[in-house]
C-alpha cells in the first residue's frame, strides 16, 4: 500500500480546491487509473474522472501527474512515486475544471473546429479511388495519429499566457490537411493559420512534442505550416520576423540582431519598445550594427544556391 | 578538456557577457575552448523556419568543421544546443539524409561522418569538470543567496534527443548551484518558456510569460536568477520592465548567465564578468557575496 494524493474540487459546492490522500495497492505494473478506480469503487464513489478505453487509443483519461500532462492509463504508478517520492494526480491544465479531474475541454474543441478539420473540395478529383504517392502521406505522419487527448494543450506555455492562441492540436490538426494533397484549400488555410493566434504565436517551448502520449510532433507541424506560409508568399508578423532573421544570415552567415529587430519591428514597433531601447543605449549593450561576415561566406552562399536547386526540382515533380 | 566552442551570435553581440564569462571561467577550470570562428549561426528556429533544408545543411557545415578538428562541440545557449543537436541528430539516424547533405557538402570542400556530440557548458561543468571539483574551487561564499535556475526550454525537451536531464524535473542547474554554495530554489517555472521566441510577434502575451517566472521565482525566495540561454537573458532582462509594466508589479530580479555564477563564486570580479552591461542592476548580488572562510579573495583579479 501506498499514498496517493488526488486533486479534489466541485466548483457547486468547495471554495477552493483540495487535495485528497488515499492509501492504495501501488504494485508494480498497477497504473494511476488503477488507481483511481480503487478509489472510485471503494472508498470514494462521488470521485470524478474520465476514462474509457483503458488502452491509450481513446483519449479520454489525460491528467496531470507529478509534473506531466499524460494518459493515466498508460503512466505506471510505482515507478513515479520512486522517481518523486510521491504520486500527486491533478486534472489537466489550460483548460477549467468541472469537478476533480474532469476538465471542461470545449476551448479544446473550439480551436479544433476553428482550424476546419475535413477535407475542403476545390481540387480536380480522380474518377475511383484518390490514390496519393506513400512519400506524400508520409508527410502527415507527424500529425496524423493525434487522439485529442488533451496532453499537449494542457503544457501549451504559450496557451497558458495567450487563451486565444489556437494550441498545439489544433495546428497539429490544421497540418494534417494543409499538408494533404488532395485538400483544395491549402492557399486559405495557410492564410488563416498565418493570423494572430496561429502558428506565429508558437514560442516553440516543446512541450507538445515532449507530452504527446502518442509521439505526434504538433511543434514540428507548426514549423512545416511556417516554411509552408512562407514559401506561398504570405506574410504576417512573424513571417517577416523570420525572414528578416534569415536575411543576416545570408549576408554574414551569422545573426545581426539589429537589422532584425528594426526590419521585423519597424519604426512603430521600435517606437513601442522605446524604452527597452533607452537602457540598451544607456548600458551600451546596443549589438553590432553592422556584422562583419565570416570567412566561409562563399561556402553559405554555395550551400543556399544547392539547397534552392534541389528545391526547385522538388517543387517541379 | 577541450572543446570546438561554438559562442552563438547573441552570446557574442548583445549579450558578449556571456561570452566573456564563459573564457573567464574555462581558463581557470581547464577548458580549452577553440573557438568555431567561421561557424555560421544554428539557424535558431526562424532560418529553419524559411528554408529547413538549408538550416540542416549549414548546421552540418558547422558538425564539419567540428569533426575536422576531431573535437566536439561546446554551446553556452539552450537554442544553439538544440537546434545543432537536432541537425546532428537527423544527420546521423537518417543516412540517406547525410549522404545528400555529403553531396552539398563536399561541393564546399567538406564532409561530416557523424561523430561529434554536442554539449552545453551546464552538462560539461556538472558531468565533466565535476561538482567536487567546482566546489574545490569556490572562493566566495554565496550561501545568502537564494538562487533560480532557468533552463530554457529547448535545453531540456525534448528529454529524448538531449537525454542529460529528466525534462519533468531538471537537476543540473540544480546540483551545481548547490556545489557553488548557493542556495537553489525550487519553482516549477524554471522548466518554462521566457516567451522570447515570441516577443517579436505576440509581446503582450510574452511578457505575461515572462513576469509569471519571474514571479514565481521570487515568491519562492529566489535573490537572483541564473539562466543557461542567453535568448531567455534578454527576455528576462532587457525586458523586465516591460514585464513588470504587464504584471503591474515591480520584480527587481538580477538575472545572471550561468558562466557569471560560477565566476563569482571563483572569486572572479564582476566587473569582469561585465555585469555592468546587464540592464536589470546586479548590485544586490555583489553585495550578498562575502569571502569563504579560509580563503583570500578576491583571487582571480578586481
Not at chain 1, 46 to 55: E, P
Not at chain 1, 294 to 300: A, F, R, Y
Given at each position: 500500500m501506498a499514498t496517493i494524493k488526488v486533486y479534489r474540487f466541485?466548483?457547486?459546492?468547495?471554495?477552493k480546491p483540495r487535495y485528497e490522500e488515499f492509501d492504495v495497492?501501488?504494485?508494480?505494473?498497477?497504473?494511476v487509473l488503477n488507481l483511481l478506480h480503487d478509489i472510485h469503487y471503494n472508498?470514494?464513489?462521488?470521485?470524478s474522472f474520465r476514462r474509457s478505453c483503458?488502452?491509450?487509443?481513446?483519449?479520454?483519461?489525460?491528467m496531470h501527474v507529478n509534473g506531466r500532462t499524460g494518459l493515466s492509463c498508460s503512466m505506471q504508478a510505482k515507478p513515479l512515486l520512486d522517481r518523486d517520492g510521491y504520486l500527486v494526480v491533478e486534472p489537466m491544465k489550460n483548460m477549467p475544471v468541472l469537478k476533480d479531474l474532469v476538465v471542461d475541454m470545449d476551448g479544446f474543441w473550439d480551436s479544433v473546429h476553428e482550424v476546419d478539420p475535413f477535407l475542403q473540395a476545390g481540387r480536380d478529383v480522380p474518377k475511383g479511388a484518390y490514390v496519393v504517392p506513400k512519400a506524400k502521406m508520409d508527410l502527415l505522419k507527424i500529425a496524423q495519429?493525434?487522439?485529442?487527448?488533451g496532453s499537449c494543450l494542457s503544457e501549451c506555455t504559450s496557451r497558458e499566457a495567450n487563451p486565444d492562441y489556437l494550441g498545439p492540436a489544433a495546428l497539429a490538426k490544421a497540418y494534417r490537411f494543409a499538408a494533404d494533397?488532395?485538400?483544395?484549400a491549402t492557399m486559405g488555410r495557410l492564410m488563416a493559420y498565418s493570423?494572430?493566434?496561429?502558428?506565429?504565436?508558437?514560442?516553440?517551448?516543446?512541450y507538445c512534442n515532449e507530452v504527446c502520449p502518442i509521439h505526434v510532433k504538433p511543434m514540428d507541424a507548426i514549423m512545416r505550416m511556417r516554411e509552408m506560409a512562407i514559401e506561398a508568399g504570405i506574410e504576417s508578423q512573424g513571417s517577416k520576423h523570420a525572414i528578416a532573421f534569415y536575411d543576416t544570415i545570408l549576408k554574414s552567415?551569422?545573426?545581426n540582431e539589429f537589422t532584425t529587430a528594426n526590419k521585423s519591428l519597424g519604426i512603430r514597433g521600435m517606437l513601442r519598445t522605446s524604452d527597452v531601447a533607452t537602457k540598451v543605449i544607456l548600458r551600451w549593450k546596443i549589438p553590432e550594427v553592422r556584422k562583419k561576415p565570416i570567412e566561409g561566406m562563399k561556402d553559405v552562399e554555395k550551400l543556399a544556391k544547392l539547397v534552392e536547386r534541389k528545391r526547385r526540382r522538388r517543387t517541379q515533380r | 578538456m577541450k572543446y570546438a566552442y561554438f559562442p552563438g551570435c547573441v552570446g557574442q553581440d548583445s549579450c558578449n557577457e556571456l561570452d566573456a564569462s564563459t573564457k573567464l571561467i574555462s581558463d581557470e577550470l581547464g577548458i580549452e575552448l577553440v573557438e568555431l570562428e567561421d561557424a555560421t549561426c544554428c539557424g535558431a528556429g526562424f532560418v529553419q523556419d524559411v528554408n529547413y533544408d538549408l538550416a540542416l545543411a549549414l548546421n552540418a557545415r558547422t558538425l564539419a568543421l567540428a569533426e575536422r578538428q576531431h573535437l566536439d562541440i561546446l554551446t553556452v545557449c539552450s537554442t544553439c544546443q538544440f537546434n545543432l543537436d537536432r541537425a546532428n541528430r537527423e544527420l546521423t539516424e537518417d543516412s540517406k539524409k547525410l549522404a545528400e547533405v555529403n553531396k552539398m557538402l563536399a561541393e564546399v570542400g567538406l564532409r561530416y561522418n557523424g561523430t561529434v556530440k554536442i554539449k552545453h557548458l551546464l552538462w560539461v561543468l556538472v558531468d565533466e569538470v565535476g561538482l567536487a571539483e567546482l566546489q574545490s574551487r569556490v572562493?566566495?561564499?554565496?550561501?545568502n543567496l537564494n538562487v533560480a535556475s532557468f533552463y530554457g526550454c529547448q535545453l531540456i525537451r525534448p528529454g529524448t534527443l538531449h537525454?542529460?536531464?529528466?525534462?519533468?524535473r531538471p537537476q543540473y542547474f540544480e546540483r551545481l548551484i548547490e556545489a557553488l554554495g548557493g542556495k537553489p530554489v525550487d519553482y516549477?517555472?524554471?522548466?518554462?518558456?521566457?516567451g522570447f521566441p515570441i516577443t517579436f510577434v505576440n509581446e503582450d502575451a510574452s511578457m505575461r510569460m515572462n513576469a509569471k517566472n519571474m514571479l514565481a521565482a521570487k515568491e519562492k525566495g529566489a535573490d537572483v536568477m541564473a539562466t543557461s540561454c542567453p535568448l531567455c537573458h534578454i527576455n528576462l532582462d532587457m525586458y523586465q520592465g516591460k514585464a513588470e509594466k504587464a504584471a503591474g508589479q515591480r520584480i527587481e530580479l538580477p538575472i545572471l548567465h550561468l558562466p557569471q555564477l560560477v565566476g563569482l563564486a571563483m572569486g572572479i570580479s564582476p566587473e569582469r564578468l561585465r555585469m555592468?552591461?546587464?540592464?536589470?542592476?546586479t548590485k544586490s548580488v555583489a553585495r550578498a557575496l562575502k569571502p569563504k572562510e579560509g580563503t583570500v579573495v578576491p583571487a582571480i583579479g578586481t
Amino acid at each position: 500500500m501506498a499514498t496517493i494524493k488526488v486533486y479534489r474540487f466541485d466548483p457547486e459546492q468547495d471554495e477552493k480546491p483540495r487535495y485528497e490522500e488515499f492509501d492504495v495497492d501501488m504494485s508494480p505494473g498497477r497504473t494511476v487509473l488503477n488507481l483511481l478506480h480503487d478509489i472510485h469503487y471503494n472508498e470514494d464513489p462521488t470521485l470524478s474522472f474520465r476514462r474509457s478505453c483503458q488502452s491509450a487509443i481513446c483519449g479520454s483519461c489525460a491528467m496531470h501527474v507529478n509534473g506531466r500532462t499524460g494518459l493515466s492509463c498508460s503512466m505506471q504508478a510505482k515507478p513515479l512515486l520512486d522517481r518523486d517520492g510521491y504520486l500527486v494526480v491533478e486534472p489537466m491544465k489550460n483548460m477549467p475544471v468541472l469537478k476533480d479531474l474532469v476538465v471542461d475541454m470545449d476551448g479544446f474543441w473550439d480551436s479544433v473546429h476553428e482550424v476546419d478539420p475535413f477535407l475542403q473540395a476545390g481540387r480536380d478529383v480522380p474518377k475511383g479511388a484518390y490514390v496519393v504517392p506513400k512519400a506524400k502521406m508520409d508527410l502527415l505522419k507527424i500529425a496524423q495519429d493525434c487522439i485529442m487527448c488533451g496532453s499537449c494543450l494542457s503544457e501549451c506555455t504559450s496557451r497558458e499566457a495567450n487563451p486565444d492562441y489556437l494550441g498545439p492540436a489544433a495546428l497539429a490538426k490544421a497540418y494534417r490537411f494543409a499538408a494533404d494533397e488532395r485538400d483544395g484549400a491549402t492557399m486559405g488555410r495557410l492564410m488563416a493559420y498565418s493570423e494572430a493566434n496561429g502558428i506565429w504565436d508558437c514560442d516553440t517551448c516543446l512541450y507538445c512534442n515532449e507530452v504527446c502520449p502518442i509521439h505526434v510532433k504538433p511543434m514540428d507541424a507548426i514549423m512545416r505550416m511556417r516554411e509552408m506560409a512562407i514559401e506561398a508568399g504570405i506574410e504576417s508578423q512573424g513571417s517577416k520576423h523570420a525572414i528578416a532573421f534569415y536575411d543576416t544570415i545570408l549576408k554574414s552567415g551569422k545573426l545581426n540582431e539589429f537589422t532584425t529587430a528594426n526590419k521585423s519591428l519597424g519604426i512603430r514597433g521600435m517606437l513601442r519598445t522605446s524604452d527597452v531601447a533607452t537602457k540598451v543605449i544607456l548600458r551600451w549593450k546596443i549589438p553590432e550594427v553592422r556584422k562583419k561576415p565570416i570567412e566561409g561566406m562563399k561556402d553559405v552562399e554555395k550551400l543556399a544556391k544547392l539547397v534552392e536547386r534541389k528545391r526547385r526540382r522538388r517543387t517541379q515533380r | 578538456m577541450k572543446y570546438a566552442y561554438f559562442p552563438g551570435c547573441v552570446g557574442q553581440d548583445s549579450c558578449n557577457e556571456l561570452d566573456a564569462s564563459t573564457k573567464l571561467i574555462s581558463d581557470e577550470l581547464g577548458i580549452e575552448l577553440v573557438e568555431l570562428e567561421d561557424a555560421t549561426c544554428c539557424g535558431a528556429g526562424f532560418v529553419q523556419d524559411v528554408n529547413y533544408d538549408l538550416a540542416l545543411a549549414l548546421n552540418a557545415r558547422t558538425l564539419a568543421l567540428a569533426e575536422r578538428q576531431h573535437l566536439d562541440i561546446l554551446t553556452v545557449c539552450s537554442t544553439c544546443q538544440f537546434n545543432l543537436d537536432r541537425a546532428n541528430r537527423e544527420l546521423t539516424e537518417d543516412s540517406k539524409k547525410l549522404a545528400e547533405v555529403n553531396k552539398m557538402l563536399a561541393e564546399v570542400g567538406l564532409r561530416y561522418n557523424g561523430t561529434v556530440k554536442i554539449k552545453h557548458l551546464l552538462w560539461v561543468l556538472v558531468d565533466e569538470v565535476g561538482l567536487a571539483e567546482l566546489q574545490s574551487r569556490v572562493k566566495v561564499d554565496l550561501s545568502n543567496l537564494n538562487v533560480a535556475s532557468f533552463y530554457g526550454c529547448q535545453l531540456i525537451r525534448p528529454g529524448t534527443l538531449h537525454g542529460y536531464d529528466d525534462p519533468d524535473r531538471p537537476q543540473y542547474f540544480e546540483r551545481l548551484i548547490e556545489a557553488l554554495g548557493g542556495k537553489p530554489v525550487d519553482y516549477d517555472e524554471r522548466k518554462k518558456c521566457c516567451g522570447f521566441p515570441i516577443t517579436f510577434v505576440n509581446e503582450d502575451a510574452s511578457m505575461r510569460m515572462n513576469a509569471k517566472n519571474m514571479l514565481a521565482a521570487k515568491e519562492k525566495g529566489a535573490d537572483v536568477m541564473a539562466t543557461s540561454c542567453p535568448l531567455c537573458h534578454i527576455n528576462l532582462d532587457m525586458y523586465q520592465g516591460k514585464a513588470e509594466k504587464a504584471a503591474g508589479q515591480r520584480i527587481e530580479l538580477p538575472i545572471l548567465h550561468l558562466p557569471q555564477l560560477v565566476g563569482l563564486a571563483m572569486g572572479i570580479s564582476p566587473e569582469r564578468l561585465r555585469m555592468k552591461r546587464h540592464i536589470v542592476s546586479t548590485k544586490s548580488v555583489a553585495r550578498a557575496l562575502k569571502p569563504k572562510e579560509g580563503t583570500v579573495v578576491p583571487a582571480i583579479g578586481t
